[in-house]
């Protein structure tokens, strides 16, 4: 099994909507299929290159992650940071984190992202690097204070919603406005996820930034959370996460974890529904 039959399966998987146990299998391909068990190990009689077994390793997980599930990934230096001071960020992470972000962008309806974001990067949030369909990009902007210059606000072949507060200024032409509450200039991540799911987008990536993530993983609403860590010390700048503080270790999160080198970097996958085994 080579990186490309392995993908076609692992989007195949999400288009059907699958969820684990289950078998994937091509019916055009002379392979045997992939046997998936409910904790998304996976068997296949035959050869497998080491990359197309590191791609299922992260990616079946998401695939047959069922149909509401929402990921968020972070690429960050080893001492925590996601950029400089002045919001520099490109690149912390290798081209293969970069690959495996469009990836993941494939496999979801919607990509979040913050203002702050947008403003700092002028991502395009499509999928480029490999085969798969765009998803919706969503821009939580409470305050309209993102300029129309941005390139995915011209960009209106991928359709974009501009969540604002109710006090907010005009949206940029081409996108859709939606209006939500945001008490103290902060979107509420459970009522971006209900405005969503009412548009039948319950599959959902949550790409940055580092603000806009640790907000999800407060209010618990991340089944998922990849973070790929780049062999660079920064030593200042923006942090990765910013949680609520906690007073012991003991009430600290400690997921389920799996990891894998990507790249030049290392790759770590914490399942937020289930915690790491004792010991």
């Known amino acids: 099994m080579d990186d490309d039959y392995a993908w076609r399966l692992i989007q195949d998987a999400r288009s059907k909507a699958r969820v684990a146990p289950t078998t994937l299998a091509d019916s055009k391909a002379q392979q045997s299929p992939i046997i998936i068990d409910e904790r998304h190990a996976w068997q296949f009689e035959g050869e497998c290159s080491a990359s197309a077994a590191a791609l299922l390793d992260a990616l079946l997980p998401v695939a047959l992650g069922g149909p509401h599930f929402v990921i968020a990934q972070l690429g960050q230096s080893l001492d925590g940071r996601i950029a400089t001071d002045s919001g520099h960020s490109h690149y912390v992470t290798g081209h293969a984190s970069r690959i495996h972000l469009h990836r993941l962008r494939a496999l979801v309806d919607a990509v979040i992202v913050g203002a702050g974001t947008v403003a700092a990067d002028d991502p395009q949030l499509t999928v480029r690097h490999v085969d798969g369909t765009n998803p919706v990009r969503v821009v939580l902007d409470p305050r309209a204070r993102l300029h129309a210059d941005r ?20 949206s940029p032409a081409g996108v859709e406005r939606v209006v939500l509450d945001c008490p103290a200039q902060a979107m509420d991540p459970a009522a971006v996820l209900a405005m969503l799911a009412d548009r039948g987008l319950t599959r959902v990536l ?33 942090p990765a996460l910013s949680l609520e503080p906690i007073m012991r270790l003991d009430t600290a999160l400690r997921p389920s974890c799996r990891h894998q080198v990507m790249g030049d970097d290392m790759f770590f996958d914490l399942d937020l529904r289930t915690p790491a085994s004792p010991g």
């Open 151 to 170: 390139g995915l606000f011209a960009d209106t072949e991928t359709p974009t919603l501009h969540v604002v507060g109710p006090e907010a200024g005009p």
């Open 206 to 238: 949550v790409e940055g930034g580092g603000v806009t993530i640790s907000r999800f993983l407060d209010a618990g609403l991340l089944d998922r959370l990849h973070v790929v860590v780049a062999p660079m010390l920064i030593g200042s700048g923006r």
